[in-house]
C-alpha cells in the first residue's frame, strides 16, 4: 500500500475487499487487492459457505422482492430502559473515562460471580476465576493463543459457531472435528473419539443451550465430559452464550456445576442474546484460575479492556429486574409455535427447541443445505441458514433464527404454508 493511499481509500477498499457474514458473525475476505499476499494463517481459514445464498438473496432484493431475514442470529428487539439509563449514567462519570482494568472491573466480576452463586451454586473468586470479555466471541476467538502450540489438536464440534474451528486455525492448531448427530441428540459421542486423538487434544470446544441445533445437555453428560477431559488433560471451553434462553420452563445446567469442572473447564458468558445487547460486546469468562491467567495474559497484549459503563450497565443487567428476560422468551416461545406450524404444512419435520432462539430443521430429500435454502429465497423470499455453513454436520438441515419481529415471521409463517416439499 502506498503511504498517499488516503484513510477513504483504504476504508473503500476495505468495504470492498470483505464481506460480513451475517449468518454467525465470521467476516471473510473475499477479493483482497493483488498488491500484498496475506497470510498462510488467513489463507488456511475454510472456504465461505454463504456466498450462493448471499447472492440469491441480493438478486431478490434487486427484483423488488419483499426479503424476510431468518438467518440472523441478532435479536431484534432493543436492550431494556433500565440498562440503558445505567450505561448513560456511568458514561457521564469521569471515572470510567480513563483505561479500564485489563482483567475487568471488579465491580462486573463480582457481578458475575454473585450470579454464579445464586444461579448455578458455584462459588468463583472474581479475582482469579472470573475475567471481563469484550463479549463471548473475542474469548472464544482468543483462548486458543492462551492454550495451544501449532499442530496441537483442538476437539471441536459441528455443526457449530464458526470460531471455534477458525480461532483454532488462527492459533495453527488442527481441529478434529467431533459430530454432533441427532441420533444422539446432538451431543459428541465421547466414545467415539480415539485414544490417539484425545491424548493429542489440548482443548475442547463444546456449547449448551446449542447453536445452531436447539439441543441442551445434561447435568450427567457435562459429569462424562469432566471425566474425559481430565483422563486425557483437555482443558473444556464451554460456550454459555444461551444458558438463559431456556424455553418452556427449561433452565439449562452451568458446565461449571458438573464436579471437578473447575480444574479443567472454563465457561464464556454472553450478556448478548439474554438482554438484547449484541452492540455492546460484554461478557465474561469464568472457571479454572490457571486459564483464566492464561487468557488474560493474551488479552493484556491485544485489548485495553470493556468500556466500564459499559461493564456497569452488565451489573444493572445481572442484578436489575429479570422480567425483561421472561418476557423475552415468551416471544420466542410465540414465534417457536409460529414456525413449527408453518414448518409442517410445508411438509418439514422440526423438533421444538427446548432452548435459544433457532429452529433446526432436517431439509427436504434431494436438496442440499444451501440448494433449499436457495430455494426458499428464490421461492417466497425467505432467508434461512443452510446447515453446512455451521460444518460439514451440519449439512441437511437449516437453521431458522426466531430473531424477527414477530409481524415479520408471520409474514414469514404464511408464505411457507403457500408451498410443499
Ligand atoms: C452469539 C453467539 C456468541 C457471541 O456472543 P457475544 O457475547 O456477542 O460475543 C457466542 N457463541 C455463540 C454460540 C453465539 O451464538
Known amino acids: 500500500m502506498t503511504s498517499r493511499t488516503s ?34 494463517r488467513i489463507k488456511s481459514l475454510p472456504p465461505y459457505l454463504f456466498a450462493a445464498v448471499d447472492s440469491k438473496k441480493r438478486e431478490a432484493i434487486g427484483k ?3 426479503v ?16 440503558i439509563d445505567q450505561l448513560c449514567k456511568s458514561a457521564y462519570d469521569r471515572t470510567n473515562h480513563r483505561y479500564p482494568s485489563y482483567s475487568g472491573m ?82 459428541p459421542d465421547l466414545g467415539a473419539i480415539d485414544s490417539n486423538t484425545a491424548r493429542k487434544a489440548k482443548m475442547m470446544f463444546l456449547n449448551y443451550p446449542n447453536n445452531p441445533t436447539g439441543a441442551v445437555a445434561t447435568l450427567d453428560f457435562f459429569h462424562q465430559v469432566v471425566e474425559f477431559a481430565r483422563g486425557y488433560n483437555i482443558v473444556v471451553c464451554h460456550d454459555a452464550a444461551y444458558l438463559e434462553l431456556g424455553l418452556d420452563g ?19 458468558y454472553s450478556l448478548s442474546k439474554t438482554y438484547n445487547m449484541t452492540g455492546w460486546r460484554i461478557g465474561a469468562a469464568a472457571g479454572n484460575a490457571d486459564i483464566i491467567a492464561a487468557l488474560g495474559a493474551v488479552k493484556t497484549n491485544i485489548d485495553s479492556g470493556a468500556f466500564q459503563a459499559v461493564q456497569w450497565a452488565g451489573v444493572q443487567a445481572l442484578e436489575g429486574p429479570q ?16 414456525l413449527l406450524e408453518a414448518l409442517r404444512s410445508m411438509g418439514l419435520q422440526a423438533d421444538p427447541s427446548q432452548a435459544t432462539c433457532y429452529l433446526w430443521c432436517p431439509v427436504p430429500h434431494g436438496f442440499t443445505s444451501t440448494q433449499f435454502a436457495a430455494e426458499l429465497i428464490e421461492r417466497i423470499g425467505v432467508v434461512v441458514t443452510p446447515g453446512v455453513g455451521f460444518g460439514q454436520y451440519g449439512e441437511g438441515f437449516i437453521r431458522l433464527s426466531l430473531t424477527v419481529e414477530t409481524d415479520r415471521l408471520k409474514e414469514a409463517a404464511r408464505r411457507m404454508k403457500t408451498i410443499r416439499f
Open 250 to 268: 427449561y433452565c439449562a445446567p452451568s458446565f461449571l456445576e458438573a464436579s471437578g469442572a473447575l480444574e479443567i473447564a472454563v465457561e464464556f
Open 68 to 83: 424476510i431475514d431468518l438467518g440472523v442470529g441478532d435479536p431484534v428487539e432493543p436492550t431494556p430502559t433500565h440498562i
Open 323 to 338: 422480567g425483561c428476560v421472561e418476557q423475552q422468551k415468551r416471544i420466542y416461545e410465540q414465534r417457536r409455535g409460529l
Open 64 to 66: 423488488g422482492m419483499d
Open 7 to 40: 484513510t477513504e481509500e483504504l476504508w473503500e477498499r476495505q468495504k470492498q475487499t470483505t464481506v460480513e457474514n451475517h449468518h454467525c458473525g465470521e467476516q471473510r475476505v473475499v477479493n483482497m487487492s493483488a498488491k500484498f499476499e496475506v497470510s498462510e
Open 106 to 187: 471488579m465491580a462486573f466480576k463480582e457481578a458475575v460471580a454473585r450470579w454464579y452463586r445464586k444461579r448455578a451454586g458455584i462459588d468463583l473468586d472474581p479475582k482469579t476465576q472470573v475475567i471481563t470479555l469484550i463479549g463471548a466471541k473475542e474469548g472464544i476467538a482468543h483462548i486458543p493463543f492462551a492454550l495451544v502450540n501449532p499442530g496441537d489438536k483442538v476437539l471441536v464440534p459441528s455443526p457449530a459457531y464458526p470460531v471455534y474451528r477458525n480461532s483454532t486455525i488462527l492459533a495453527g492448531a488442527d481441529p478434529v472435528i467431533m459430530p454432533l448427530l441427532k441420533d444422539n441428540g446432538f451431543l
